[in-house]
C-alpha cells in the first residue's frame, strides 16, 4: 500500500535533548518536506529536500536538522536548540511542481 | 518567497447552503495553487489544484475553485454544504521559478450547522 508514514504518533520530549522524527514514503517522490503546525498560524515549512544528499532551510529552521541519504526517507532531528518545541509535525511529499504533496498523520511532539 | 493568505479564521454556513473558503496569494511568476483539508488529529488531504487552463477547477467531494489573476485569488467553493465538510482548510502555493517550496495559508475552520 502505497504512502507516506511518519513515527511515532505521540513523542514526549526532555528538556535539553534531541529527539528524531521519522518519515518514509514508498511512492517514489523526488521531493520531500517538513512542516510545523501550531494551533492558528497554519503550516510553516522548515525543511525541503528536492533530491536525494540535497536540501534547502524553509521559514523556520533554527533549531532543527535533517538529512536525506535516501530517496524514501527524511527524518528531522529536533535539537536541544529550539526552545519551543511543542507543535504537530508533518511530513510531505510529492513527485514535482505541479504535483500535489501527500501528507502523513503527523507527529505530535510535548515538551514534558 | 511566495505567500498565501486566508482572511477568515473561521466561516460558519447552515446545512445545503453555499459556502466560500477565501484565499489570496502573492507570487514572481504563474502560481501553481493548491487546497486541502485537515481533520483534526490527521494529516492533510488534497482537494484540488490550479496549474494552468480553465480558471474553475473541479475537486474532490463536490468542491470547486474559481483562479482569478487580477485579483490573485483563489476562492475555495461548494454549491450545497455537508455537516462532514466541517474541518480545516489550507490553501497553498508553489512558486515554480522559487526552488519547488510549498508554502500554507493559516488554515479557515468551516463548520457547517445542521
Known amino acids: 500500500d502505497g504512502g507516506i508514514t511518519q513515527s511515532p504518533k505521540y513523542l514526549f520530549r526532555k528538556e535539553g535533548q534531541n529527539v528524531t522524527l521519522s518519515c518514509e514514503q514508498n511512492l517514489n517522490h523526488d521531493a520531500m518536506y517538513w512542516y510545523r503546525q501550531d494551533p492558528g498560524q497554519g503550516l510553516r515549512l522548515i525543511y525541503y529536500?528536492?533530491?536525494?544528499?540535497?536540501?534547502q532551510k524553509g521559514d523556520i529552521a533554527e533549531g532543527y536538522s535533517v538529512s536525506r541519504e535516501k530517496k524514501e526517507s527524511f527524518p528531522l532531528t529536533v535539537t536541544s536548540a529550539q526552545k519551543n518545541p511543542t507543535a504537530f509535525y508533518l511530513c510531505?511529499?510529492?513527485?514535482?511542481?505541479?504535483?500535489?504533496?501527500?501528507f502523513g498523520q503527523g507527529t505530535r511532539l510535548t515538551v514534558v | 518567497a511566495q505567500s498565501v493568505a486566508q482572511p477568515e479564521d473561521q466561516v460558519n454556513v447552515a446545512e445545503g447552503n453555499p459556502l466560500t473558503v477565501k484565499c489570496t496569494y502573492s507570487?514572481?511568476?504563474?502560481?501553481?495553487l493548491f487546497w486541502y483539508v485537515q481533520y483534526p488529529n490527521r494529516g492533510l488531504q488534497f482537494l484540488l489544484k490550479?496549474?494552468?487552463?480553465?480558471?474553475l477547477v473541479k475537486g474532490s467531494y463536490g468542491f470547486e475553485a474559481e483562479f482569478n489573476k487580477s485579483q490573485t485569488s483563489f476562492h475555495l467553493k461548494k454549491p450545497s454544504a455537508l455537516v462532514s465538510d466541517s474541518a480545516l482548510y489550507f490553501c497553498?502555493?508553489?512558486?515554480?521559478?522559487?526552488?519547488?517550496?510549498?508554502?500554507f495559508g493559516a488554515g479557515t475552520r468551516l463548520t457547517v450547522k445542521p
Open positions: 510531505a511529499s510529492s513527485m514535482g511542481v505541479t504535483t500535489e504533496a501527500f
Open positions: 497553498a502555493v508553489r512558486d515554480p521559478y522559487n526552488n519547488n517550496d510549498m508554502r
Open positions: 490550479y496549474i494552468t487552463g480553465d480558471n
Open positions: 507570487v514572481s511568476g504563474n502560481p501553481y
Open positions: 529536500s528536492q533530491i536525494v544528499n540535497d536540501f
